[in-house]
């Protein structure tokens, strides 16, 4: 009996924890590739305002995903797949937006994003009435009326179209000229960006930082450190390999999500950018950075070495902190201009 009851356990608790795996796959964030991707009718909107607006967000340096840039047979996958690899998307409603089964996908496929990984999203209503959406009337509803699906499916479409305008957007109604409301939009994504975007600078100067005073810190202790004082030395070549080891990782992580390769070059082998194999990946400041950590970190473990044989450190002062200080500092304000 406590037999069975123990398998019962276990069988529960596997089960449980497959779910939660499962779950946790499910809802953990895609590597974004795009910062907008804009869902849009294109007999109403691609030749006046998409193309404005799009024109703008990339003026900004705002990576944008129309779907017609690309060839013809991967449109529509590739446009489903852009969606879940994109911060922000923008649907614009339009007259004739409802007879088009692609752009209703590519709503429900918008806000199922949303709901896994909290994408934002900004619905445009381009001369067309909420109500008329809501409630698929007016010259929304007729065109949306030609659709001859399945009941299921189109209950799910006008669940979309409910919650879609109900989010926080931009009309046609409010604002008639078309260039402001561009431009409106444009500095209203720009500034989402760049709230999505603060957590990732504070970690990156956080990084510097740390990384800033394990550098000073173990080159101050490497001074203190004599024969009679070791652990000193030993506490500074410690400090400075953890320095180093999160300069590798840093640089590991970034040519990961670059998706850099690996090339055999004359006179050194480097990782390159997969779409510029003629461009070297990582900065000259980041290199000066890494160059300087094994530098230090070589320096400290030579002064560790002659203390731990009972002799003075041959090396009475290292400019390699300074040097790494300014090597990662320049490689941030290079990243920000």
């Known amino acids: 009996m406590q037999h069975r009851i123990r398998v019962k356990v276990i069988i529960r608790w596997s089960e449980k924890k497959k779910d939660w795996s499962l779950k946790k796959k499910k809802n953990s964030m895609p590597k974004m590739k795009h910062d907008v991707f804009i869902s849009f009718r294109s007999k109403d909107t691609r030749d006046n305002f998409v193309s404005h607006l799009s024109g703008c967000l990339r003026r900004k340096r705002i990576k944008t995903f129309l779907y017609d840039e690309l060839p013809n047979e991967e449109r529509y996958e590739g446009s489903l797949k852009a969606i879940e690899v994109s911060r922000i998307s923008v649907i614009v409603f339009s007259e004739n937006f409802g007879d088009s089964k692609w752009c209703l996908d590519e709503v429900v496929t918008i806000l199922k994003c949303k709901e896994r990984f909290g994408q934002i999203v900004i ?5 067309v009435d909420p ?3 809501e409630n698929q009337t007016g010259s929304f509803g007729d065109a949306f009326g030609k659709r001859r699906d399945k009941p299921e499916q189109l209950q799910e479409w006008k669940d ?7 989010l926080p957007g931009w009309s046609t109604a ?10 409106q939009i444009a500095r209203d994504i720009e500034n989402k960006l760049l709230r999505a975007s603060r ?9 510097v930082i740390a990384n800033l005073i394990l550098e000073i810190a173990s080159s101050v202790v490497d001074q203190i450190s004599s024969p009679h004082k070791p652990l000193y030395a030993l506490a500074a070549m410690s400090m400075s390999l953890l320095s180093c080891i999160l300069c590798l990782v840093d640089l590991l992580h970034k040519g990961r999500v670059e998706r850099v390769l690996w090339k055999w070059t004359w006179p ?9 194999r003629s461009h070297r990946f990582g900065s000259f400041p980041e290199m000066v950075g890494l160059l300087c950590a094994l530098c230090q970190t070589t320096t400290t473990a030579v002064s560790y070495s002659f203390i731990t044989h009972g002799d003075d450190s041959p090396i009475k002062f290292s400019i390699w902190p300074v040097m790494f200080a300014l090597g990662l500092l ?8």
């Open 123 to 127: 619905p445009v209503l381009y001369h």
């Open 160 to 166: 979309g179209f409910e919650e879609a305008i109900n």
């Open 131 to 133: 109500l008329d959406i």
């Open 330 to 337: 320049c490689s941030l304000l290079i990243k920000r201009s």
């Open 174 to 183: 409010h604002l008639r000229n078309e260039e402001m409301l561009v431009n």
């Open 268 to 276: 050194i082998p480097w990782f390159y950018y997969p779409t510029q």
């Open 199 to 207: 957590a990732k600078v504070i970690i990156e100067w956080s990084l």
